[in-house]
């Protein structure tokens, strides 16, 4: 078992920053894929950014079209611990994020593929 705790969520004006951080603990691995979801209020759970190992101490990033260029997705294998830093914050962003481990993800995009998910974290952005 994986357990996953996200923490940096909070309150923040459009155009400010925000890093989200979620510690694993348990059976993890560094060859897990690691992703971020979030969720609107009346809206669908969706993929946000990704990052899946492809061998040795390469990884592979994703990120969903309306992050790209504003979110990074990172991750510090030694305090197993993933990060999404948030820039350039827009009230579309006001989600609960998720994060999400897996150990046999192929896609880092779908939600399903994923074993382990985080309690969540509010991201809240004001305009």
């Known amino acids: 078992q994986v357990q996953l705790v996200e923490s940096g969520g909070g309150l923040v004006q459009a155009g400010g920053s925000l890093r989200l951080s979620c510690a694993a603990s348990g059976r993890t691995s560094s060859s897990y894929s690691m992703g971020w979801f979030r969720q609107a209020p009346g809206k669908e759970r969706e993929f946000a950014a990704g990052t899946r190992g492809g061998g040795g101490s390469v990884y592979f990033t994703s990120y969903a079209d309306s992050v790209k260029g504003r979110f990074t997705i990172s991750r510090d294998n030694a305090k197993n611990t993933v990060y999404l830093q948030m820039n350039r914050l827009t009230p579309e962003d006001t989600a609960v994020y998720y994060c999400?481990?897996?150990?046999?993800?192929?896609?880092?995009?779908?939600?399903?593929?994923?074993?382990?998910w985080g309690q969540g974290t509010q991201v809240t952005v004001s305009s």
């Open positions: 999400a481990a897996g150990g046999r993800v192929v896609d880092t995009t779908r939600s399903n593929e994923y074993d382990y």
